[in-house]
């Protein structure tokens, strides 16, 4: 078992793939892993880089995979779909786990796998990219500039770049479904783009609307405040039209409109290129409310999203292969502390 060796299961993603080719900064090798050889092999010759054939159905050929290792970034989702049998072999296996899981109910699933990763002395930390890292750590700056916060309001924006292949897929498997906020501790759905304002990012304003970004989850694990709202930039126009989807939701989740999305979206580019990465920028606001009506606000500019994916992701990795980990479930700030973010190239912090 090398030092700076890691398992990457779903290396010929997007999103998989920038990780691999990122890796050397951080000095360290990725094993490439997957189902499909097809797509594995010109990677690893690309790359010059190992590869193993794995299907996460194989649960024999999967723990042998992941006993070479100390740790596996799981970037093949829909996490749905592929999250239980991964985190399964792991708590056999004794291999600690990071993933760029957003869904807010994913969270909860693995949350609920805490004792048993305590027991296995390992660490489980899904949403270790842009879903959630920066928001997680924004979140618990504003919890320690105001520890007796009982809301949390999260927004973000990402200006000139787009969505990847698999991003776009996953999405497609929430076509129709409710948004969720948490209220009083619970998680309580509501239309999406129920709620909506402006947003003064620091560059310019821009308008904002609710949605089920992970927060929604994780911020309530990190900091315990009880009320918290995630929004993201659309155009106003988007949000009046996503307004009046919730009146055709039951067409939207038929499978044969899901099915017609997704041939759209497998005709496109499988994400955003270099240079569109290098020009674009991510935006983040957060605000946190106390009974008394006192409020702290804070600020974030971060590169492009994906481009933090593949660094959060390699920074969380260096550290568990170093030693530096925390058993049982973790976000990344009770993980690490509301700073993690900070260590990332380019990324600026502030008060309000």
Known sequence: MQPNTFLLYGAYGYTGELIARYAIQYNLQPILAGRRETA?????????????VIDLNDAPGLEAALREVKIVVHAAGPYDFTAKQM?????????HYIDLNGDPDIFGQLHQQD?????????????AGFDVVPTDCLAQFLKKALPDAQELKL???????GLSHGTAVNSIQKMGLPSMVRENGKLVPEPLGKR?????FGPKKLFVMSLPWGDVATAWYSTGIPNIQSYTHVPVAAWRLLKAQNLFNWLLRKPAVRNFV???I??????PDDNTRNQAVSLI???????KGQQVTARMRTPEAYDVTAYTVLLITRKVLQGDFKTGYHTPSTAYGENLVMEIPGVHRELV
Request: charged share 20%; hydrophobic share 45%; aromatic share 6%.
């Open 115 to 127: 004792e048993a990763a305590k027991a296995a002395n390992i660490m489980l930390l899904p949403g």
């Open 285 to 291: 606001w957060g605000q946190v409310t106390n009974a």
């Open 262 to 264: 997704k041939r759209q």
């Open 196 to 200: 909506s304002m402006y947003v003064d």
């Open 40 to 52: 594995l092999a010109p990677l690893a010759a690309k790359l010059n880089l190992p590869y193993k």
């Open 266 to 271: 497998d005709r496109r580019a499988p994400g």
């Open 155 to 161: 927004a973000f924006a990402i200006l000139g770049s």
């Open 87 to 95: 985190v399964d072999a792991c708590l056999r296996t004794g291999t």
